[in-house]
């Protein structure tokens, strides 16, 4: 497993990190325990939760797991606030996953979405209170577009807040959009990039046909408002390429889908997401593999 320098904070995480999305929500906490434990013996030591996350029940069960097994000197915690960020918002949320997660202090306290309807500056300096209370040692967003980030890390400098350190957004094949503004901005302010959904929700898997509707049972059948983001012309040419690469190389889609992302350049660590260990498994084969400089460039040309 390669580490990373998470921006500029003292963390070195794994350029695979754990999403812990499923949990309680599509996996039961045995199951649970069962994925985290694997993951770390593989040497996956971020692990990345939020409060919305089966309604509070993935911050629960991962605090299960840290009392259970006494690892929580041995990863790197995130979670994230989410919905309307005002101050009093912020800090009850904070304290509250703090409290689910069974731990004094997380080691990224993130905002999961950019909040229009709060002043910003309201938003950030509650941010800095949550680390001048030593709840968090360092914080970072969700989903922000990079005029946002930037003007978050403006009002930050100016106050002599607390900046963002890191930023976490959707990329994969499809969804390439980051490579225009937010990369070369992270880059620039030395922001750590973890991104979400490397296998577009399942999209890149190819279980998935054109004028074919979803197989029932799937994430895209039950979550109808992926198909927006992935079932259009240039979401089905991906796939069309990405089949073609899998049966001349031999490497399963998935596989490829999750090498291109984990090295791109300015990514600092994937989130997946498992059901099981054997997707843990998969995306960490999918990381030692990595890719031939063509490949990789036949890949980003579709």
């Not at 904070?94 to 993130?110: G, P």
């Not at 190819?206 to 979401?235: A, C, D, M, W």
């Amino acid at each position: 497993m390669e580490y990373r320098q998470l921006g500029r904070t003292p963390f070195q995480v794994s350029s695979l990190g754990l999403g812990c999305v499923t949990f309680g929500r599509e996996i039961d906490e045995a199951t649970s325990f069962a994925v985290m434990d694997h993951a770390l013996q593989l040497g996956i030591n971020f692990f990345d939760t939020a409060e919305v996350y089966g309604a509070g029940a993935s911050e629960t069960v991962v605090g299960r797991w840290l009392q259970a097994r006494g690892t929580r000197d041995r990863i790197v915690l995130g979670t994230k606030v989410n919905g309307t960020l005002t101050a009093e918002r912020v800090l009850s949320s904070a304290e509250a996953s703090l409290r689910r997660l069974q731990v004094d202090q997380v080691d990224l306290f993130q905002l999961h979405r950019f909040d229009p309807g709060t002043p910003l500056a309201e938003t950030l300096a509650a941010l800095a209170e949550v680390v001048d209370r030593g709840w968090a040692r360092t914080i970072g967003c969700s989903n922000f577009a990079a005029w946002q980030l930037c003007k978050a890390l403006w009002q930050q400098d100016k106050h002599e807040w607390p900046r963002f350190e890191s930023i976490q957004p959707n990329y994969n094949l499809v969804k390439r959009g980051i490579e225009q503004e937010t990369l070369p901005l992270c880059a620039d302010q030395q922001i750590g990039v973890v991104t979400y959904s490397p296998l577009g929700a399942g999209f890149l898997t190819g279980k998935y046909r054109e004028n074919t509707p979803p197989p029932v049972g799937t994430r895209f059948e039950q979550l109808p408002g992926h198909q927006s983001i992935y079932f259009k012309p240039s979401g089905w040419r991906v796939i069309e390429g990405l089949r073609a690469q899998s049966e001349i190389t031999g490497i399963s889609m998935a596989h490829l889908a999750l090498a291109w992302v984990i090295g791109q350049p300015g990514v600092t660590s994937v989130l997946v997401g498992a059901r099981n260990t054997a997707q843990v498994d998969q995306a960490f084969e999918a990381e030692e593999m990595g890719l031939s400089p063509d490949l990789r460039a036949t890949l980003s040309a579709l």
